[in-house]
Nanobody, 113 residues
Framework: QVQLVESGGGLVQAGGSLRLSCVAS???????IGWYRQAPGTQRDVVATITNADYTNYADSVSGRFAISRDNAKNTVYLDMNSLKPEDTAVYYCNFLFPPTAWGQGTQVTVSS
């Protein structure tokens, strides 16, 4: 089974930026992938998705602030997060859309006000 490893999270002040990375243990070519997040006491929600043709889609709450991209040669998907808000605080995960694989450990993003 493909393994996913997320990294790049941390503590940042409101208005700051972070870049998250998701490295897959096998090729991601031809696969749609998404970034998700889960805050304490809430369900895991999709934040952004990117298809194999580089079409992207974003949750309304992050549109215009976040950007998802991929580097198939490195089996890596990125999430550039700008103008961060305290409500962006969550554990961020990546996963394939169809079908998903086992979830990784995620990376914690904490935005202070």
């Amino acid at each position: 089974q493909v393994q996913l490893v997320e990294s790049g999270g941390g503590l940042v002040q409101a208005g700051g930026s972070l870049r998250l990375s998701c490295v897959a243990s096998r090729s991601i070519s031809g696969k749609a992938i998404g970034w998700y997040r889960q805050a304490p006491g809430t369900q895991r929600d999709v934040v952004a998705t990117i298809t194999n043709a580089d079409y992207t889609n974003y949750a309304d709450s992050v549109s215009g602030r976040f950007a998802i991209s991929r580097d198939n040669a490195k089996n890596t998907v990125y999430l550039d997060m700008n103008s961060l808000k305290p409500e962006d605080t969550a554990v961020y995960y990546c996963n394939f859309l169809f079908p998903p694989t086992a979830w990784g450990q995620g990376t914690q993003v904490t935005v202070s006000s």
